[in-house]
């Protein structure tokens, strides 16, 4: 059975160490030139050095939250921001979670701020705030998600109209990428908005979001030289 991981973020992924040549230019750097800090009563507190970047792939951490596919799933899962629509109106949900889940994070990785924000005007996490939000950058639900569970009737009325339970903010994916930096972010937002469906099987899967156009650009093709093309095994 494939197993689905619900808690995909920033900080459950780890990345590798670098050379340990960069690791010893770190420690007499260190010793050179010593870190600001702010001596308290009952602690000392350091201003946080740049840590040598590697070039290796991240690996992703933490399975608490993991699932196995193959059996209905429904419990409320994901960091609140980076919940799917079907995680935030209780429907049942599958596997289609986790590619949400990893535009989110590349959105995380290239932006300052998150794409929803999700708090009221107190402060305060709330799920309308939330669902405005959705409904401000990818439109309104089709008739066919909002069929799939009986939450949405809080939400929208029969023909699908918004009742208006928090103000739909005046936000755009191309207003919230403003300090997103890049050659092609035209490509990063497409790639992103693919992603981002209400639906979930409206959603690519994790082959066509790899073998996206944005990501495959650049990308040589592997040489075939001294191959046959018309050879069997």
Do not use: C
Request: a negative charge; aromatic letters at 8%.
């Amino acid at each position: 059975m494939p197993g689905l991981n619900k808690d995909l973020q920033l900080k459950n992924l780890l990345l590798p160490l670098p050379d340990e040549s960069a690791l010893s230019q770190f420690e007499e750097d260190a010793v050179k030139t010593p870190a600001a800090r702010k001596a308290l009563k009952d602690r000392t507190i350091y201003a946080s050095s740049q840590f040598p970047l590697s070039n290796g792939l991240p690996l992703l951490s933490d399975f608490g939250e993991a699932r196995f596919g193959g059996k209905e799933n429904n419990e409320d899962i994901m960091p609140n921001v980076y919940r799917a629509p079907e995680v935030i109106l209780k429907m049942k949900w599958d596997h289609t979670v986790d590619i949400w889940s990893v535009a989110m994070l590349a959105w995380d990785i290239v932006s300052p701020r998150t794409l929803f924000n999700g708090k009221n005007s107190d402060g305060i996490f709330d799920d309308r705030v939330h669902v405005a939000e959705l409904i401000a950058l990818l439109g309104p639900p089709p008739a066919q998600f909002r069929e799939m569970g009986k939450l949405t009737s809080v939400f929208w009325d029969e023909a699908g109209n918004w009742k208006e339970l928090a103000p739909l903010p005046d936000i755009t994916l191309e207003g919230l990428a403003a300090d997103v930096r890049g050659e092609d972010k035209e490509g990063f937002l497409r790639w992103i908005r693919a992603a981002l469906q209400w639906n979930p099987h409206d959603r690519p899967t994790a082959l066509e979001l790899l073998y996206g156009e944005w990501l495959m650009t650049g990308l040589e093709p592997k040489s075939r030289e001294g191959t046959s093309e018309d050879s069997t095994s």
